[in-house]
């Protein structure tokens, strides 16, 4: 049986590839912020908590990551944790920095001190593109980042790199596109979408009040996206990988989608440019060929059909809302 740690277990990410790991038969050790138990409500969701072993840790404090990775002997960790809200960087651009960057160096050295041989995913993101020179993104793209969020993980991005090619580690960055859930948490765009969007249908709310909507973003399902890190874990030799769709859809073509769904007027919309952030990437996304062929990684889900599985989990479960 093999063990794998997952720091940010508490997001939708965390709690679909814990749920994964587990169907192979690894021990799932789940890293945690003090007095975060009370917050994993998509492990309790999927139905995996009670399998998961939750160690306090603090991804700050590298002699905390010494005691776990020594006490728990994993052979794979996988890093998801980070402060990953675009806005809330923008209001916290130093904290955001230093906990992007500064928990992953934790990892890096502690596997460089205790066991070598530890293999490490590290989430990185499309954000990292920012300003895009040239359509599609591949693993090869020039990174311009536009968000304090997308410098903190450009810069753990090339440690890792630079960790992998210095010191032989096995480092594997998940460059991801925007991906969704059910277990997606209330402040990203689609989640929010289809809650107020349901409010509405509803008589509870009136309209929906967004920034920007004529960009355009390649989204994604994250449950298949899970798999492609677990794969990233099993190959030879590590390596960096796009992980999406390989096409963009506008966010105003989403909420219109939602709101047909839902017999919803179009002017229940309101765009306030209050809401627009100070520095947007237009459109982006990427071209996922390496990760099909290197990893046997299938992905087929058209994003339309993605929001009416969502939508329908989120009607399913409207009295947990």
């Known amino acids: 049986m093999k063990t794998a740690i997952i720091s940010g277990i508490s997001g939708q990410d965390g709690a679909y590839l814990a749920a994964l790991l587990l169907k192979k038969n690894y021990r799932v050790i789940g890293l945690i912020r003090e007095g975060q138990s009370k917050e994993l409500g998509g492990l309790t969701y999927l139905g995996v908590k009670g399998d998961i072993i939750l160690k306090e840790c603090n991804l700050m404090n590298k002699k905390a990551i010494v005691d776990v990775i020594s006490s728990e002997k994993p052979e794979e960790i996988y890093n998801l944790a980070a402060q990953s809200s675009v806005f809330e960087s923008f209001n916290n651009p130093i904290d955001t920095f230093k906990f992007n960057t500064i928990s992953v160096f934790n990892f890096l050295e502690t596997i460089k001190l205790v066991n070598p041989a530890i293999r490490l995913y590290q989430a990185s993101s499309s954000e990292m593109c920012g300003k895009v020179n040239e359509l599609p993104i591949t693993e090869n793209s020039v990174l311009h980042p536009l968000s304090p969020y997308a410098t903190s993980k450009v810069a753990a991005h090339f440690t890792c790199v630079n960790y992998r090619e210095s010191y032989k580690l096995y480092v594997a960055c998940g460059i991801l596109f925007n991906h969704e859930s059910y277990l997606r948490s209330e402040n990203f765009f689609v989640k929010k979408v289809l809650q107020q969007s349901i409010r509405i249908a509803h ?20 449950p298949s996206y899970v798999e492609a890190m677990y794969q990233m874990l099993q190959q030879e ?4 990988y796009l992980i999406c769709s390989g096409k963009s859809i506008s966010l105003k073509s989403i909420i219109h989608y939602v709101f047909d769904m839902l017999n919803i007027s179009k002017d229940r919309c309101i765009v306030n440019p209050m809401l627009y952030r100070p520095n947007e990437i237009l459109d982006i996304y990427g071209d996922n060929t390496k990760a099909k062929n290197e990893l046997g990684w299938n ?23």
Not at 203 to 213: A, H, K, M, R, T
Not at 237 to 240: F, K
């Open 299 to 321: 992905y087929d889900y058209d994003f339309y059909k993605v929001l009416e599985l969502l939508l329908e989990e989120e009607l399913k479960n409207l009295p947990k809302i």
């Open 237 to 240: 030799r590590a390596s960096d």
């Open 203 to 222: 008589g509870l709310q009136d309209f929906i009040e967004v920034g920007n909507v004529d960009i355009k973003r390649d989204f994604g399902y994250s």
